[in-house]
């Protein structure tokens, strides 16, 4: 596509469910990474893609949140037994080959856990 | 135009006037550096990128200058408009390292 895709762009949850957060990356771009942003906040790195593979996951917060990639194109970001601190606005970059000429960002999912 | 020698979290300018947001980084290291643009309800957006081998990079209507020294880099935007209004980020790259660390924002509001 044109640019980075995420979807849904808003998604309100109960606490304690499980959800899933999906990113299309631009065609073509083997790095991946997505990035969380609580309110008023900067961007906490979270995980980096390099085709399916996720070289670090050193920035995921627990172990309720895990991603994979497939077919070097989409990525799915699960949250499971979200809790009320996993509010923030997910999101996700995407970029030809690592960081040489900065990323692309998607337009994020505003995760709100109730 | 208005400037901060220290980063604040927020910037507020006059319509015309030229902004200055700063910014310090974390790792002598990074050997790139990035200024995105974030306006509400969107994702960042690339403005400028340096290396550091330069001190000084224009763009349109924007500048960015790079003192390794003191590990300060900052965003010169010219004739600021309301469209300007926007968080402005920082992110730097360390040489070996796959990802950006973004600092913490300023929110610029340009006044009318």
């Known amino acids: 596509g044109a640019g980075v895709s995420q979807s849904p762009s808003n998604k309100v949850t109960e606490k304690g469910k499980d959800v899933e957060l999906r990113c299309d990356p631009i065609s073509g771009h083997t790095a991946l990474y997505w990035y969380r942003q609580s309110l008023g906040q900067g961007l906490e790195f979270l995980i980096y893609f390099q085709g399916n593979s996720a070289p670090d996951k050193s920035g995921l917060p627990s172990d309720r949140f895990s991603a994979e990639r497939t077919g070097g194109s989409v990525s799915t970001l699960t949250i499971q037994r979200t809790q009320q601190e996993d509010s923030a606005v997910y999101l996700c970059?995407?970029?030809?080959?690592?960081?040489?000429?900065?990323?692309?960002f998607g337009s994020g999912t505003r995760l709100t856990v109730v | 135009g208005e400037s901060v020698g220290l980063h604040l979290p927020t910037l507020s300018v006059q319509e015309g006037d030229n902004s200055i947001i700063n910014c310090a980084y974390s790792n002598s290291a990074s050997d790139y550096f990035i200024w995105y643009k974030q306006e509400s309800g969107k994702g960042p957006q690339f403005i400028i990128d340096i290396r550091s081998n330069m001190d000084k990079r224009q763009g349109q209507r924007v500048t960015v200058l790079l003192n390794k020294t003191v590990k300060h880099l900052s965003l010169q935007i010219a004739a600021t408009q309301p469209g300007d209004s926007a968080v402005y980020f920082c992110a730097e790259n360390p040489p070996d390292d796959y990802k950006l660390s973004f600092g913490a924002g300023t929110t610029v509001t340009v006044r009318a």
């Open positions: 970059a995407s970029s030809p080959t690592g960081v040489t000429y900065g990323y692309t």
